[in-house]
């Protein structure tokens, strides 16, 4: 279990890395942190490289585990802030093709992100000493909620193997028949994996079986894709190799969550 949950969490921890490399390169938000209309913000360009290092140095800090929990509980925070009131009205007020659900794709993976950090701060044993800080015990009533945030995402997605067959359908490798099937096939076991550890059924078989697919799309369908097509789209291929790893990762710690405290009910 040990050996997961480190592992768990230093894919999560590279996720961070990754991106926040990626975005200097670009240098340029992410649409999944900032919808593309944030070019608006003064000294975009600075408070972009500032992002990136925030992501890199927050990735540090969990796979170090130096002060992993307090920064992934800040981390959790900002992401959810960042989803609630950028990434939300942007889409139901300036964007025209908000009510589409494949609209909301750089925002569901914001929600996870945000998921994923309050889950990963959950992997950690509580203490017995309370932290000084009001935000930090706040946010720490948040942590139940992790894998809520991550589970929506997922059904999110698994509906959009239904919505956008065909389009799905052509990302599956070539040497796999029956494409279709395929398709809708992972779209069922995402809305079942959701809604499962949404209530909490047979949570460690299903979360492992879902961090378990998403792995298994890292290493046979987003690498070879990452590698054919490295800087196409912004690096959104290599985009998907990243965050397919930190999303793997996010699942595996969920399912030894019961015995972490992950997944309490909210309350």
């Given at each position: 279990?040990?050996?997961?949950?480190?592992?768990?969490?230093?894919?999560?921890?590279?996720?961070?890395?990754?991106?926040?490399?990626?975005?200097?390169?670009?240098?340029?938000?992410?649409?999944?942190?900032?919808?593309?209309s944030s070019t608006w913000l003064p000294f975009h360009k600075a408070l972009e490289y500032v992002w990136c290092v925030m992501l890199i140095l927050s990735g540090?800090?969990?796979?170090?585990?130096?002060?992993?929990?307090?920064?992934?509980?800040?981390?959790?925070?900002?992401?959810?802030?960042?989803?609630?009131?950028?990434?939300?009205?942007?889409?139901?007020?300036?964007?025209?093709?908000?009510?589409?659900?494949?609209?909301w794709t750089h925002a569901l993976k914001e929600l996870a992100f945000s998921g994923g950090a309050f889950v990963v701060a959950g992997s950690y044993p509580p203490t017995t000493i309370q932290p000084k800080s009001r935000l930090i015990n706040l946010l720490k009533k948040l942590i139940p909620f992790g894998r809520v945030f991550f589970s929506i995402t997922m059904i999110a997605f698994g509906i959009d193997h239904f919505l956008y067959s065909e389009f799905v359908a052509d990302l599956v490798p070539a040497w796999i028949p029956d494409h279709i099937f395929w398709t809708h096939f992972t779209g069922a076991a995402l809305i079942g994996s959701g809604i499962a550890i949404i209530a909490k059924f047979k949570l460690k078989i299903v979360a492992n079986l879902l961090g378990t697919m998403i792995f298994l799309w890292f290493i046979f369908?987003?690498?070879?894709?990452?590698?054919?097509?490295?800087?196409g789209n912004r690096g959104n291929e290599m985009t998907s190799?990243?965050?397919?790893?930190?999303f793997s990762g996010i699942a595996f710690l969920i399912a030894f969550g019961t015995r972490l405290g992950i997944n309490k009910s909210p309350s």
């Open positions: 279990m040990k050996i997961l949950v480190r592992a768990g969490r230093i894919a999560f921890g590279a996720c961070l890395i990754g991106l926040g490399i990626q975005g200097m390169f670009y240098t340029d938000f992410d649409p999944v942190f900032l919808p593309d540090l800090s969990i796979i170090l585990e130096k002060k992993s929990k307090e920064v992934s509980l800040v981390l959790g925070g900002i992401f959810l802030i960042l989803f609630l009131f950028c990434q939300v009205p942007h889409l139901l007020i300036v964007d025209p093709n908000g009510k589409s659900l494949g609209s369908l987003h690498i070879p894709r990452g590698i054919a097509d490295p800087y190799v990243i965050q397919s790893f930190g």
